[in-house]
């Protein structure tokens, strides 16, 4: 075992941080949904620039080609600059992206991928819908074929950035037999089509980008169709796991820069006594100790959960251990930085602002243990899966 | 970078294992209640035969030269089966004697005529000229030297030379305790903290056993979840029982993760090797912890036997995490440290 990284990789570190250092964006990011779409696709288009999107995707998709181990760096040092997250690229680069280039034919990838790393477009996912959470297979929005067009009604829930999105990763309901895992298609939906209302959901964390999404005969080319019509389950149990597997390392290794952070605030911010620094508070050093220990765990876990991928290629169930330890500990960091600030925790501050808000970033926790399959669901895919346990 | 086992590290690690199930099992903690010493001469004369006793220490002595990350996921076979006797004494002792320059030492420990009990110093203090103070003794039965670890470095003291030993009512029947007082007891060999942080080791090999119990822990439940069957099904069915397993999973793999991280950045001298060990001890420990508990809450009525295993992890998990550093205190040696490279 060993912790190094080759003179390439050291190499490749010092070249990402350089290029970061100089073109990282320095205004804030816009609230409202325009200007919000503007910045994340200007960010991802000037990395396009850069050479540095699509880290390790294929070459041949317009990606670098590298390993997760570079991709991995790349994240590191993203951290480091203090940035939030990919956030309205998250669906394409982390969600979209992995399933076309597994799934999709030729002519899907060849059309989509690129537009991705170019920042072109914006995708959301449309999975979740009023019926159909944890359940997924549940869903029930409807399909139907005419022609070589899929005709679809229904509705679909916790979609981020549906406002300001071009494309959809959609699951409808094709066929309804006895089994539900049969019969659902994924298909990438033009969210620019006729018949699409999307309404937007105010958060806890008061962010513009969560919707819901109603269908009414929106018509679809059936060539938008990934992995065959009825065969859509198999497709998105390969986008969960990717999910689940790397699409969070960007937030594990942020979460790490984030206590560094909370930290340096207790040692500046007065505690609970009004008078000495937080830190000097013995409860809340114990906790703030105990994070940095669990983040330093779950950055070990994310590098041997990278390894793991180098040996297998695919994400297995381990990739629910992390997210679920993810979700844990950063609801425990949102929540210790409340006790940190103390009084100051009556004031809301958004996560966007500079330096960050400790305030929205708690709101914003809980978001963590729910989106990406909910902490319950990940203990029921380990306990099933890893752990064998009976259904 | 790579943070898995290697094949080689596999087969080792399989060996251990089976060495472990084979010739130490579980039961034997039960059937050696009353005897003198938690682990029988020949067996522990055949584990220095297997090179278990020198994994890390040089081939001039005896070992096998390997490197702290085969030696910790060694340890973790040893937490696993929860080895009695006096391992981690023994190769931490070699270690000392290795670089205080006593290769002879070294040598009779690693292939086990030599064992060294770990003594932790109650009140007093341990420098280059020797000890003096209260300690308590684990493991003494059988035993030349102690290893007592302090503040400025680690010093290997003659058995014999603590005088009387009053033998203590222990909370685990897998390791035998006693008090001695010592006037001024003198140091056999002395190793400073700043030529080799030999806590830092211990703390790492500690962590590595409390890994172990942690996956057997998470193992054992899992196992009874499988099998217990009430209102007609078995219990492992009911999210109560498989979320309790679940999360002793995951505070299991991090535990290894972690202190695999800590292993391999102490040995290659990492500028943040403290905060890496440091945080292997805290998840560790915790993983071991909650998980032993949970384990004995799961197995019920059943777990709260003496003739069920459940509660022999629970009780070296909790000799481990006093072992060493106190857990308040490696909670604010963490803090202290900068942040991690």
């Known amino acids: 075992m060993d912790l190094d990284f080759s003179p390439e990789q050291v190499q490749f570190r010092e070249e990402v941080r350089t290029w970061l250092t100089e073109h990282v964006p320095r205004e804030q990011r816009p609230e409202e949904p325009a200007g919000m779409r503007e910045f994340d696709l200007g960010w991802q288009r000037t990395q396009w620039e850069g050479g540095w999107a699509g880290i390790a995707w294929p070459e041949q998709y317009g990606g670098r080609g590298l390993t997760l181990v570079q991709q991995l760096i790349w994240y590191e040092e993203y951290a480091r600059t203090g940035l939030p997250g990919i956030d309205a690229n998250f669906v394409g680069l982390s969600h979209a992206g992995p399933t076309l280039m597994t799934r999709a034919t030729e002519e899907q990838k060849a059309f989509h991928l690129p537009r991705i790393l170019r920042g072109d477009v914006v995708w959301c996912q449309g999975f979740s819908e009023p019926g159909a959470g944890s359940d997924l297979a549940a869903l029930s929005t409807r399909a139907v074929i005419d022609g070589d067009e899929l005709v679809v009604t229904g509705q679909k829930i916790w979609t981020s950035f549906a406002n300001i999105a071009d494309h959809q990763e959609l699951l409808v309901r094709t066929t309804r037999g006895d089994s539900k895992h049969h019969g659902i298609t994924w298909v990438i939906c033009d969210m620019n089509s006729p018949g699409i209302d999307v309404r937007p959901i105010e958060t806890i964390e008061g962010g513009a980008e969560f919707c819901e999404v109603f269908y009414d005969e929106v018509r679809i080319p059936l060539e938008n169709v990934v992995g065959g019509v009825d065969d859509g389950w198999r497709v998105a149990m390969s986008t969960l796991s990717f999910e689940r597997g790397t699409a969070f390392t960007a937030n594990q290794v942020r979460l790490a820069d984030t206590v560094e952070k909370l930290i340096d605030t207790a040692r500046e911010h007065p505690g609970p006594d009004g008078r000495r620094p937080a830190i000097e508070d013995d409860e809340i050093a114990r906790r703030l100790a105990t994070a940095r220990a669990e983040v330093a765990a779950l950055r070990a876990m994310t590098y041997a959960g990278v390894c793991r991928n180098l040996r297998t290629d695919t994400p297995g169930p381990e990739g629910s251990m992390l997210k679920l330890y993810y979700a844990e500990v950063a609801k425990e960091v949102g929540r210790l930085a409340m006790d940190v600030i103390g009084p100051d925790a009556l004031r809301l501050v958004s996560r966007w602002a500079p330096g960050g808000g400790w305030t929205g970033n708690y709101f914003y926790s809980f978001s963590q243990s729910i989106g990406g399959g909910t902490s319950e669901i990940q203990r029921n895919i380990i306990g099933d899966r890893v752990l064998g346990l009976p259904r | ?341």
Not at chain 2, 43 to 62: C, F, K, N, Q
Not at chain 2, 91 to 114: E, H, Q
Not at chain 2, 200 to 223: K, N, T
């Open chain 2, 1 to 341: 970078m790579d943070l898995l086992p290697s094949r080689d590290q596999l087969e080792l690690t399989a060996a251990a294992a089976e060495f472990f199930s084979e010739q130490v099992p579980i039961a034997g903690i039960r059937a050696r209640r009353d005897e003198p010493a938690s682990l029988d001469t020949k067996t522990w004369l055949a584990g220095a035969e297997l090179g278990l006793l020198g994994l890390s220490a040089p081939e001039e002595v005896g070992g096998s030269g390997l490197g702290l990350d085969d030696e910790a996921l060694v340890f973790r076979e040893i937490g696993r089966a929860l080895a009695p006797g006096p391992f981690l004494g023994t190769v931490l002792g070699a270690r000392l004697a290795v670089l205080a320059g006593r290769p002879d030492l070294a040598a009779s420990m690693v292939d086990g005529r030599t064992a060294v009990a770990l003594a932790e110093l109650r009140d007093g203090s341990v420098g280059p000229e020797g000890l003096g103070g209260r300690l308590d003794v684990l493991d003494p039965e059988g035993s030349t030297y102690v290893l007592v670890l302090g503040e400025d470095g680690a010093a290997l003291v003659e058995t014999a030379a603590l005088g009387d030993l009053e033998p203590l009512a222990g909370i685990d029947p897998g390791t035998r305790l006693a008090s001695a007082t010592v006037g001024a007891a003198s140091a056999a060999c002395w190793l400073p903290a700043d030529q080799e942080p030999l806590r830092l080791r211990a703390l790492v090999l500690a962590s590595a056993m409390l890994v172990g119990i942690a996956e057997a822990v998470r193992d054992q439940a899992s196992d009874h979840a499988k099998n217990r069957v009430q209102f007609g099904r078995p219990i492992g069915v009911n999210q109560a029982i498989k979320h309790r397993c679940a999360d002793m999973a995951v505070a299991a793999e991090a535990a290894l993760s972690q202190t695999m991280f800590g292993a391999v950045a102490l040995q290659s001298g990492r500028a943040d090797r403290e905060f890496q060990v440091l945080a292997a001890r805290i998840v560790s420990s915790r993983a071991a912890l909650d998980g032993a508990s949970a384990n004995i809450q799961i197995h019920g009525g059943m777990g709260y036997t003496y003739e069920h295993d459940a509660h022999l992890y629970l009780k070296r998990a909790q000799v481990l995490d006093h072992l060493f550093l106190q857990r308040t205190d490696a909670l604010g040696g963490l803090l202290a440290q900068a942040a991690a490279q």
